[in-house]
């Protein structure tokens, strides 16, 4: 900071980086208040010999700057902070005064405090705050990253994933990775060679909670939970219902994932293209960068806070909110090539099947945002949580009414086309419209889990006796292998009456 930046900063108290204290002969007390606050967010400068008067600041000056200057630099080396805090010092000569100045660096390594925990400060506007139980250990979690999702469980194994999510994985890996190799393996093997599993066949948190199936990831990670709302409205007082579509709760992170991302493409434009061989390729569409933004909020989220991580869709704006801090500052995202996610394995799941950017350039195809859409992105972060924030066409709820009015025509004419008998005729028979839904969908034979996913619930036996057992019974749904009913190609299809219903 040169002499001119110091005279500019004193014109204005609202600088969250800068705090002037009087310091005539000693050092105030408040001043390692202002160190450990300092360290535990962005950094700031700490300016001694400045009195503030009102609102406006005059230099004092200080008597002993050079003992000042070794009482602050000596106490900051000794035993009264847990960690030593990276200070840099500078001294001005201001209108025959002297002024010290010391720059704080925020510090890799929180939380930050001197004597005890309870004395952990962050910055909170141009003030400090004594931090919280809950900021506290949301620093002490932050310094943990990798740690905990790399972890082994002791006396566990590939038994408590869930398989069909494991098979869902390797297809995707067939169709979408690089590692031929690992196709032809057993589950066995692939989940040893793919990090899940170690030698001994046990698996780690971050495999569970990728893979795992509900009651097992539940039982070692009870806080586990994502959500997504969405809000018809630009915020939750102007909406009319609190919420028009929350997501059902999933076993784990792949199948939250299958779920969140078919959301998310119902709301941006999804370009088509095909390439050479027949598949379908993205290019840099907006719903590439909001693909990124939620396995950037996968990849960093914390599964052992009480803050759960949630993607609130409003009409103006999409939110991505996650429990925790990035591991940099905000200020520095997308200025290097930094990738440090708080799971690394999960990030390496979603990696090798190529649904995530590589070596910290996923904030840069966030940012991309901007030049498609014209609208904001914006990324927020303190001490336990972290926000991006995605804006939104306004003209977005004209769509959405011209969508509405659109069914409700298509439904007044499909009225007078007679579906008004093949409604009640339904209603007569017990058939809801979550069960018609599975009859048209059954069109060509669909497997259990096809179906259930197709309803957006989870994979559970509980859904199987809800939304499809009474078709069965009813005579609308048959089995393709009614001979054993167990068999794992089993299929649903339609009956010659479910083809009489739903037509």
């Known amino acids: ?243 028009t579509y929350r997501i059902p709760e999933q076993d784990n992170l792949w199948e939250y994932y299958m779920v969140l991302i078919k959301r998310i493409r119902l709301i941006v434009d999804t370009p088509f293209k095909m390439n050479r061989d027949g598949f379908n390729v993205e290019d840099d569409s907006q719903f590439k960068v909001l693909r990124e933004a939620l396995v950037n909020m996968l990849m960093h989220f914390d599964p052992f806070s009480t803050i759960h991580s949630c993607i609130r869709i409003y009409t103006n704006r999409v939110e991505f909110f996650n429990a925790g801090s990035y591991p940099i500052p905000v200020e520095q995202l997308g200025k290097q090539l930094y990738s440090n996610p708080r799971n690394p394995i999960i990030a390496k799941f979603f990696r090798l099947v190529h649904l995530a950017e590589t070596v910290g350039y996923g904030i840069d195809t966030m940012r991309n945002w901007k030049n498609l859409t014209g609208n904001e992105m914006t990324i927020a972060s303190d001490i336990s949580t972290s926000i991006v924030t995605f804006y939104l066409t306004n003209d977005r709820e004209g769509v959405r009414e011209g969508v509405r009015e659109g069914v409700r025509e298509g439904v ?47 994979y559970h036996s509980k859904n199987f006796k809800i939304h499809i057992n009474p078709l069965i019974e009813q005579g609308y749904l048959e089995l393709t292998i009614p001979d054993v009913p167990n068999n794992r190609n089993q299929k649903l299809r339609l009956t010659d009456k479910g083809r009489q219903l739903i037509s």
């Not at 009651?215 to 997504?228: I, Q, S």
């Not at 007569?428 to 179906?451: A, D, Q």
């Open 1 to 243: 900071m040169t002499k001119e930046e110091l005279l500019n900063r004193l014109s204005d108290i609202e600088w969250d980086d800068f705090e002037a204290k009087e310091a005539k002969s000693e050092l105030p007390k408040s001043v390692w208040e202002t160190v450990s606050a300092f360290a535990n967010t962005s950094g700031g400068w700490i300016v001694l010999g400045v009195k503030q008067n009102g609102k406006k600041f005059e230099v004092s000056g200080v008597d002993n700057a050079e003992k000042l200057e070794q009482d602050f630099l000596g106490t900051i080396r000794s035993q009264k902070f847990n960690v030593i805090v990276d200070v840099k010092s500078k001294l001005y000569h201001i209108d025959g005064r002297k002024v010290l100045a010391f720059h704080i660096a925020s510090s890799p390594q929180k939380p930050i405090y001197f004597n005890n925990p309870q004395n952990t400060f962050i910055r909170f506007g141009s003030g400090d705050q004594r931090a919280n139980n809950n900021e506290i250990t949301a620093m002490f979690r932050n310094q943990a990253f990798g740690v905990k999702s790399d972890q082994t469980i002791p006396d566990t194994n590939i038994f408590m994933l869930n398989t069909d999510s494991l098979h869902s994985y390797r297809n995707y890996m067939k169709l979408l990775g690089d590692q031929p190799n690992l196709l032809s393996q057993d589950d066995a093997e692939f989940c040893e060679k793919l990090g899940i599993s170690d030698s001994r066949g046990q698996i780690n948190y971050g495999s569970l909670i990728m893979f795992g199936k509900y009651e097992r990831v539940r039982e070692y990670v009870p806080t586990f939970w994502m959500d997504l709302i969405e809000i018809p409205g630009n915020n939750i007082s102007e909406a009319k219902v609190r919420y």
């Open 412 to 458: 007044r004419e499909g009225v007078r086309e007679g579906v008004r008998e093949g409604v009640r005729e339904g209603v007569r028979e017990g058939v809801n419209s979550n069960m018609m839904k599975v009859l048209k969908f059954c069109r060509e034979p669909k497997s259990r889990r096809e179906i259930l996913e197709h309803l957006g619930v989870i």
